[in-house]
Each structure stands twice: as C-alpha cells, then as structure tokens.
C-alpha cells in the first residue's frame, strides 16, 4: 500500500512556481516585453533545458507573438515572460518589437482606404 496522495493543485500555481523558480516576472530588458512582441530562435533546444523552453525554441523557428505562443503553450502572460527572458539572457531566441503603425494616434491612413474599397468595388 502506498502512503496518502498528496492533493493536485488546480489552479497550475506549484507548478507556475516550479517553471519560474519561484520569480514573478522578468527582470532588466526582458521586463519590456509586449504580448505583440515577435519572437524567434536563435539556437536548437539542447540537453538540460526545460520542456517549455524547449518548446518555446521549437515553436519559434519562425516568428511568433509572446501572445500566440502564450496561446500554443497554454500559459499565463507573466510566466512564459519568466521563461523568454530565461532564453534571451542565453542569447537563444531574438526579440523584436512589433513595426509601429505609421502616424500613430493618427488614425487609418484615409487614402489606402479609398484605394482598397475602389479595388474592391472593381471586382
């Protein structure tokens, strides 16, 4: 017979703290990190890597969004920030910032629009 189990955490939080060693958020450089952010590996997941870092390099050999890889590994926004700035700090995956809207605060470029609903209306 084996000894009383233990009860399963349904929230994901031990194992939240386990992934993260036990830090809330990414420090230094890696705290701008955006859910727009592009990311992209730079290097093959190797021996002594986490899975989820694993993961997240193999998933990333084409860009990705913090949000849409947050969506493929099913974690939360600051957990998986843990874990990128874990890679960035090993120079394993690259950042990019997402291309800023030209005219930004500016609204939708008017002219592009007229031009699009003229192509459309032609078809």
Do not use: K
């Not at 955006?34 to 899975?51: C, M, Y």
């Amino acid at each position: 017979m084996s000894g009383p189990r233990r009860p399963t955490d349904p929230s994901g939080l031990e194992r939240y703290y386990v992934l993260t060693g036990g830090r809330s958020g990414p420090g230094g450089s890696s705290s701008s990190l955006d859910v727009a952010t592009l990311i992209t590996s730079r290097a093959v997941a190797g021996p002594g890597l986490q899975h989820e870092h694993e993961e997240i390099l193999r998933r990333c050999r084409d860009p990705l969004s913090v949000a849409e890889l947050g969506a493929h590994l099913g974690l939360p926004f600051n957990i998986l920030a843990v874990l990128l700035a874990d890679l960035l700090d090993a120079g394993r995956v690259e950042a990019r910032d997402p291309i800023p809207a030209s005219g930004a605060g500016r609204g939708p470029d008017l002219a592009l629009l007229e031009e699009v609903l003229s192509g459309l209306q032609r078809l």
